[in-house]
Every structure is written in C-alpha cells, then in structure tokens.
C-alpha cells in the first residue's frame, strides 16, 4: 500500500516536473554563471531546456542523480561555483587543465560523497578549506598545477581513504599535519614537490605503507635530518628528495639503502653515503669509501667516465685474465655438459627475430563502454581522467593535438607495437611506439611502471619523454635517435644506404657506452633494474655512433596494456619448446618469460628455469652482443651444414685452438691488425660473461672498468 502511494507520488511530480529543470540541474546552470568564458561552447547544452541535466556535455548521473562532473581541457575560465556542492550524489569532480581561477569554496565539500577532485593546472589560489576533511570517500585529490598557498589543513588526516594525493607545483606553505603517515596509510601516490612546506619531515611518513612509485617531496623548504623510518617504506617506492634544505647523515637501512646520489642532491647540509660530503663529526663508518655503489666523481652526465672505478678497487687486468682463463676452462667443461640441451633450445627456438613477427590486432570486442553502470567502478573515474599526453619531463611542450598533427613514418614493427618515427612542426623529431588496446583496467600499474622509467636518465639510455593512456590506445614517446640500430650497423641490412663496416675504435666506443648504460640500470637507477631483453635490435645509435639502450621496461608495459597477440604467441611458442626439451618447472617459466627475450639466443641459459630475472641475465646477453661485434657473424653461425649459435660456435672455436683471424669479423681483419692485443681482451671479457653459471659471470661495473683501463693501456 505503501510503496504504491509513493509511485503515485513519484509519477505525478515528475509529471509536473516534464519540461521543467530539477534542483540538480538548477545547481549546475549556477555553476556555468560562474564561468566567465567557454570558447568551445561545452557548456552550450546546459540550458533550461531539459528536464534533466544527465544528457548534458560532461554530466554522468545514475538513477536520475549527478554523479560525475568532467569538463577537462576546454579552456573554461572563471570561477568554481559552491553550487556543486548542492549535488548530493556527486562523487567525481574533474576540471582540470582549464582556466579557472579563485578560491576553492568551501561549500564544496558539502557533497560529502566526493571520492575523486582533479583540478589540475588550472589557476585556483587561496588555501585548502579546513571542510575538506568532511569527505570520507576522498581518494584522489589531485590539484597540482595552480597557484593554492597557505598551510594543508589539519583535518586533511581525517581522509583516511585517501589514495592519491598530489599538491605539487603550489605555493603551500607550513609543515605538514600531524598524524599525516599514520592516518593516510592508504596513500598509493603522494607528490608535494615545487611548494614551500617546510619543517622536518615526519618521521611516521614511514606507515605509508602503499605507497608506490616516487614519493616526491623535492623542491620544497623542508629541513631537519631524514627520519630512518622512510626506510621503512616499500623497497619499491623511490624517494625524491632533492632541493630541500635537509641536513645530516642519510640512513642507510630499507628503502633508503643503495640509493645513487642523484635522491639528495641539492641539500647542501646532507652529509655522509652516498653523497661524497662526508659527516664531520660521525664515524668511520659513513665514510664515503665504504659505500660500493658509488665512485665519488661519478655524474650520469658524464659519458667517458674513465676515472670512474679508480678508488673503487675493481679487479685488476691481470685479474681478470685469470679469471677469465680459468672460466675459458670452466665453459669447456660445463659449456659442453650443457650444449646439448642449450643448442636444441636454440636452434628450435631458432632465434626468434622481433621482426618477424606481424602486428595484428585482436579483433576484439569495443572498448569499456564510458557510463557508469549499476556499480560505479574506482578505475573507471581514472580512465576518464586519463585521456590526454601525460609528461614525465618538465621540458616536455607539445600536446597530444600536435603529436597527432605531427608527420609520422613507419620505422618499424617489433614484437611489440609499431613504432613510428614524428616530427613536430617546430621540427622536433620523436619516436612513438603505440602498443596495443587492452588492459584498461591495470591504469595504475601501467602508470607507475612507465613513470618509474621515465625516471631513467642517462646518455645511454632511450629516455622517455611522456606517455599517453587511453582504453584504445597506449602510446610511449621517446626521444627519437637517429642512427639506426647495432643489429643494422654490424650485419647491414639497413637497405638504402650502403653498407660500411663500423672500426674497432667505434665498436669499442658502442661497448663502452652500451656498459655504462648497463651499469646505470643495474647500480644507479632509482631501483634496481634487469633489463631483460637486451639483444642489437634493441641498441640505437646516435648522432656519433653513441649507443642508447632502448625498450628498458618495454615488456611489461605491453603485458599491462595487454593487448599484444605477439607477446602471447611468444609465450605459447615457449611453452611448447619447453615442454619438448624439459618437463620440469616449464609453466612456471613461462610466466616470466612473456617479459623477456623467449628463444632469443641473447637470452641467457638459465632464464628457462629461474623466475626471478637477474641482472646476470643482462650481462650475458652482452656478451653475446660483445661477440656478434668481434666476429661480425650473426647469433646462428652455419659451420658445412650445421647451423650452430653463436656461443656454442665459439666455444668450438676455442676448443679447437683455432687462430683468431679466423674468429674474427673479416672486415676488422685488414685495418685493425694492430689492435689484436686489445681485440683479445674484450674478447676474454665476452667469454666471461657468457660464462652458464650466473655466478661466474661478471658483473657491469667490472666489464665496464675493465673497458676503459682497457683503452688506457692501449693509448
Ligand atoms: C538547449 O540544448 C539543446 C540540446 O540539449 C539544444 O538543442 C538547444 O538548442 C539549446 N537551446 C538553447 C536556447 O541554447
Ligand atoms: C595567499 O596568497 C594571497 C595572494 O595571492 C595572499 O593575500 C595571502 O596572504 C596568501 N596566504 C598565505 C597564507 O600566504
Ligand atoms: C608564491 O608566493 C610568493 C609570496 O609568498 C609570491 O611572491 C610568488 O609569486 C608566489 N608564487 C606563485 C607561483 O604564485
Ligand atoms: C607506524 O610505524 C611504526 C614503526 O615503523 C610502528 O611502531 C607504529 O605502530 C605504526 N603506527 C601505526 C598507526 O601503524
Ligand atoms: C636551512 O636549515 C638551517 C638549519 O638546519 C637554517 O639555519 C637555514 O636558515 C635554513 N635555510 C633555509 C634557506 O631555509
Ligand atoms: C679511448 O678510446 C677512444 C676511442 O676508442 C679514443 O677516442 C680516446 O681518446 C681514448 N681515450 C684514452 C684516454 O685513451
């Protein structure tokens, strides 16, 4: 009886409502008198027309209420109005990159359901509302980008469900409030970089214990000594704190431990590891010397570092001979123990080229559709926010229009993805690699892998510039290096141009930098890296033949995307190898090596069987590379009829004591003859690192000071 006296009412108001607006729809015209210009016309269908405002340009609403305004990027300006907060059922606010200015009001927050406020780069000043900590849904708050100052209000603890928090680039002011780490533990990004907070930074930032990708405090004012609790936070997470005015010694424990120089710089007063200022009143034990992970001169600038390793007490060349002679005996022994099986895995595989492969869309089913169905999804309100170029670099000024305004060239297809090669119209040039549809539900985890490597600096590594993250499409922006690949430069193949053959002085000066870059991934980097999939193809050259390691993380990246059918056939392509050759472990296997170079003869012996991948995967794969440039033969060698790779061929070169002119790429043969001596030791460094034991191969620092002493004996 009940229920049908309320449908009865129900019906006949919104009889009398037809043609009129509702309250929310009210509420939302008040908001577009607050705004002064809209030279898009977005706002051009909010009219009084309707009944209902749900139909109207970036309104979305569930049971007839609105749930989620998003006007991004439409060159609005004027004023945020407080009639959002009339919206009871509002949950996501999205405004960003517009020109809206003033204050934030604070009857905004009288929507107590807000769980996403993104109003990023726009021109909003004047302090957080203390009301803010009446939303208990809040997890994102994003309002980088504007001109916000005063302190963060304290009751900002009280949003505890909190997830994203990023101020960065304001003028806030004031130390943060207490209580911050222990009640925020949900914070997964935290970014308060380019304000002026100051104060010491609290030592419970330590609970905030998912948090992920960088935790940026840099560019700010905050001093004092770094609480050792930051060490307790995930190993993964990387600290950035540069240009603050933090003094005294850097704990060494957890997540701070091992950490290159380049998280602290700018603090004059820090002292100790691995900074070279040593603490004058502490003890022996922070003296800069203990530290391994760094030699003191080092800069990532600093291409020929040949002084690099001359404290650091790396092996000494007769050493290395040593070693290197007794492991030639080692790979007689276990390199034949192990052939058999390795040269099946290889030759089945044949050394499956990247290139081979065609690019074919999976013909599957259309993309999410964007309304919010019956349960609103968390991920969703991030994909909507997503639709745009995101920088990783602050020298990053193009936008995604110009990108896609932009002439682009097919370079090529790989494995994973096309990649185009752009030039802007101001000329400059860029590679863009689009991977695949798919995967629109892993957003985060696509986000943090690809901000974690545009993290990576170094002139030796393809640095990424932005990404861009839609449910179609997902697209990485590199810098765009111009000489083509080692792959290219050793064995020709680059069609067009003829062919010359690169000097021994040039493809030393590759192996130097392809180490250094190497070195930099595995000891500097913000964390430790595995390359995972290094092989010619994958090695770019620059404007002087420079070497840049390319594709670093690429793998995974494809697998969060999740739509490369490559990637799958690979897996499946291994798993089948696998179950041929071995039947123990295989499946498990294969799981990683959807990441890595599966059936590549660059892939080191025991990435088949181990899962956790090691950076002595990387160094053996560069001792293959190392071959290829010494003897200019490709990974499969063909001996009368036998195709062989490439490792197992020099091995059998070696046993048969076979003269090195026959070993040796023909081309250096004539020109280099004098530099036999040096042709030999770099030669002993590649047999070291295809060593089949993990262990006994060397790690990137030492081939790399091996190599420089290298050229210092020789000039
Ligand atoms: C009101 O919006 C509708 C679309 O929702 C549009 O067709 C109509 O022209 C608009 N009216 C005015 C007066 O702008
Ligand atoms: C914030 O900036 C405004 C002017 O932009 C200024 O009047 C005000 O004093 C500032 N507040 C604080 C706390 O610095
Ligand atoms: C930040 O505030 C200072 C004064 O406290 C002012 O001089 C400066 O222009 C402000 N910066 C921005 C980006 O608003
Ligand atoms: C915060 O972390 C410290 C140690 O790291 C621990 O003792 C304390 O209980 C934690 N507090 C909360 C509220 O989790
Ligand atoms: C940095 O901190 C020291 C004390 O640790 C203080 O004396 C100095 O004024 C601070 N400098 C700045 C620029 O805030
Ligand atoms: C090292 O070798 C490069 C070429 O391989 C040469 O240009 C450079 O001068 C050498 N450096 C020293 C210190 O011998």
């Known amino acids: 009886m009940f229920s049908l006296v309320l449908f009865i009412l129900l019906f006949c108001n919104s009889q009398a409502l037809a043609g009129s607006l509702n309250d929310e729809g009210y509420a939302l015209l008040t908001f577009k008198q607050s705004i002064r210009e809209d030279p898009e016309g977005s706002l051009n269908d909010w009219?009084?027309?309707?009944?209902?405002?749900?139909?109207?340009?970036?309104?979305?609403?569930?049971?007839?209420?609105?749930?989620?305004?998003?006007?991004?990027?439409?060159?609005?300006?004027?004023?945020?109005?407080?009639?959002?907060?009339?919206?009871?059922?509002l949950?996501?606010?999205?405004l960003r990159n517009n020109k809206l200015s003033g204050n934030l009001p604070s009857q905004l927050f009288n929507s107590l359901g807000i769980q996403s406020l993104v109003l990023y780069g726009n021109s909003f000043s004047g302090p957080i509302p203390s009301e803010i900590g009446n939303l208990k849904y809040l997890q994102n708050l994003d309002l980088s980008q504007n001109l916000f100052n005063g302190s963060l209000p304290a009751s900002l603890i009280q949003c505890k469900r909190l997830k994203t928090l990023d101020l960065s680039q304001n003028n806030f002011t004031g130390s943060l409030p207490e209580g911050f780490g222990t009640n925020l533990v949900s914070l997964e990004k935290l970014d308060l970089s380019f304000n002026k907070f100051d104060g010491s930074i609290p030592s419970d930032f330590g609970n905030l214990s998912s948090l992920q990708g960088t935790l940026d405090l840099s560019h700010n004012s905050f001093s004092g000594s770094i609480p050792a609790s930051l060490g307790s936070l995930p190993e993964k997470v990387y600290i950035d704190l540069t240009y603050n005015n933090l003094s005294g010694p850097i704990p060494q424990n957890g997540a701070l431990m091992n950490r290159g120089p380049t998280a602290f710089i700018g603090n004059p007063l820090l002292c100790g590891p691995p900074l070279k200022s040593p603490c004058s009143d502490s003890s022996g034990a922070s003296s800069p010397s203990s530290n391994p992970y760094l030699p003191s001169n080092y800069t990532p600038q600093s291409d020929n570092n040949v002084n690099g390793g001359r404290k650091s007490g790396g092996l000494s060349k007769s050493a290395v001979i040593a070693i290197v002679a007794s492991d030639v005996v080692g790979i007689c022994l276990i390199g034949l123990l192990f052939s058999y099986c390795y040269s099946r895995v290889c030759s089945c595989g044949k050394c499956k080229d990247e290139n081979g492969n065609d690019h074919e869309k999976g013909g599957k089913g259309r993309k999410e559709c964007l309304c919010f169905k019956k349960d609103e999804s968390?991920?969703?309100?991030?994909?909507?926010?997503?639709?745009?170029?995101?920088?990783l670099d602050p020298q990053v000024a193009f936008d995604l229009d110009e990108l896609l305004k932009a002439s682009a060239f097919v370079l090529g297809k790989s494995g994973i993805g096309i990649v185009y090669k752009v030039v802007l119209e101001d000329g400059l040039t860029l590679a863009v690699r689009r991977l695949g549809e798919g995967g629109s539900q892993r957003f985060k985890e696509f986000q943090t892998e690809v901000e974690a490597i545009g993290k990576l600096r170094h002139p030796n590594i393809v640095t990424l510039r932005a990404y861009y993250w839609s449910v179609d499409e997902k697209l990485l922006i590199y810098d765009y290096i111009p000489n083509g690949n080692l792959a290219t430069a050793i064995h020709g193949g680059g069609g067009t141009v003829a062919f010359t053959p690169l000097s021994w002085s040039v493809r030393l000066k590759i192996m130097k930098g392809i180490a250094k870059g190497l070195v930099y991934l595995h000891e500097y980097s913000p964390k430790k890296y595995v390359h995972g999939d290094l092989k010619p193809n994958n090695i770019l050259l620059g404007q002087n033949m420079e070497p840049h390691i390319s594709d670093f993380g690429l793998g995974r990246l494809?697998?969060?995307?999740?739509?490369?059918?490559?990637?799958?056939?690979?897996?499946?392509?291994?798993?089948?190898?696998?179950?041929?050759?071995?039947?123990?472990?295989?499946?498990?296997a294969a799981t990683v090596s959807s990441t890595t170079n599966v059936g590549s003869c660059y892939q080191a012996p025991e990435a088949l069987k181990v899962l956790k991948p090691s950076q002595k995967w990387d160094v053996y794969s560069y001792g293959v590379i190392l071959l290829e440039m010494i003897t200019g033969r490709s990974t499969i060698v063909l001996v009368g009829t036998l195709e062989m790779d490439i490792v197992r061929w020099i091995q059998l070169c070696i046993e048969e004591k076979k003269p090195l002119?026959?070993?040796?790429?023909?081309?250096?043969a004539q020109d280099d003859a004098d530099k036999e001596e040096e042709i030999i030791a770099v030669l002993k460094i590649a047999l070291a690192c295809i060593q089949t034991n993990p262990e006994r191969r060397p790690t990137m620092r030492h081939v790399s000071e091996t190599l420089d002493r290298l050229n210092l004996s020789s000039g």
């Open 47 to 89: 009219n009084y027309s309707d009944g209902n405002p749900c139909s109207w340009n970036g309104i979305a609403c569930k049971e007839q209420k609105v749930v989620s305004v998003s006007i991004p990027k439409k060159k609005l300006s004027g004023f945020l109005s407080s009639s959002l907060g009339l919206l009871s059922e």
């Open 661 to 668: 002119s026959d070993v040796l790429d023909p081309h250096l």
């Open 91 to 94: 949950r996501h606010v999205n």
């Open 378 to 391: 968390e991920t969703l309100s991030e994909n909507v926010e997503q639709y745009d170029l995101v920088p």
């Open 558 to 588: 494809a697998n969060i995307a999740g739509g490369s059918p490559t990637l799958q056939s690979r897996r499946v392509a291994s798993e089948k190898s696998q179950q041929k050759h071995q039947s123990t472990g295989s499946f498990e």
